[in-house]
Every structure is written in structure tokens, then in C-alpha cells.
């Protein structure tokens, strides 16, 4: 079984900082692309960024210039630095991850969670 959990989430006020990290356990072969997404109240689940194995990015616009995701691959971990936080980016912040299980051939996405984001003065 694998799992994926995320910490870090919290209050921030508008223009602070946040760390939110994400640790896959279980019975891990290897892990290809990670990613953070995040789901507002009313709205549909939104790409934030992803990270390849190899440590290529993609962000969405809204986040750009303000948000780092990173890894540790040793860890099994996706780390997402949140930088300028603005009210708009509060939301339930998700992350995933393409993973081979041990013992298969098949490649699989999980998900965490989530942990809640609140930016708010």
C-alpha cells in the first residue's frame, strides 16, 4: 500500500510565507511526477505545480513568480514554498504522485489528503 502524506498547512497572513511538504511511504518501486493541487470552496480542483523525477517544473500563472515546488527523491518527498500568499490562495492544497509499486509493473496515482491553506489577515 502506498500513502501520501502532506503538513505544513495553517493561517498565514496576506504577503507571509507557508512550507507545505508531502511524504510518500509504503511499498514504493520508484516515483515519477509530483504535484500540488488545490480545491476552494465552490470550485473544482486546480493544477498549483508539478515536478518531474528529474526536477523539471510547471506552475499554473496564479502562482507563478510566488510558489516553489521542489523534491527530495531520496525522501520520497514534494515540497511546496509558498512565497507572497494572497487571500485567493486559500483552499484544501492537495498533492499527488505517479508511483510504481513494489512487486508490479503498473504505474498509479495517489493522492494525500490534503491539508488547509487560510490566507487571511
Known amino acids: 500500500q502506498v500513502q501520501l502524506v502532506e503538513s505544513g498547512g495553517g493561517l498565514v497572513q496576506p504577503g507571509g510565507s507557508l512550507r507545505l511538504s508531502c511524504a510518500a511511504s509504503?511499498?514504493?518501486?520508484?516515483?515519477?511526477?509530483m504535484g500540488w493541487y488545490r480545491q476552494a470552496p465552490g470550485n473544482q480542483r486546480e493544477l498549483v505545480a508539478t515536478?518531474?523525477?528529474?526536477?523539471?517544473?510547471n506552475y499554473a500563472d496564479s502562482v507563478k513568480g510566488r510558489f516553489t515546488i521542489s523534491r527530495d527523491n531520496a525522501k520520497n518527498t514534494v515540497y511546496l514554498q509558498m512565497n507572497n500568499v494572497k487571500p485567493e490562495d486559500t483552499a484544501v492544497y492537495y498533492c499527488n504522485a505517479a508511483v510504481r509499486p513494489m512487486f508490479t509493473y503498473t504505474w498509479s496515482t495517489y493522492w494525500g489528503q490534503g491539508t488547509q491553506v487560510t490566507v487571511s489577515s
Open positions: 509504503g511499498r514504493i518501486f520508484s516515483i515519477n511526477d
Open positions: 515536478i518531474s523525477r528529474g526536477g523539471s517544473t
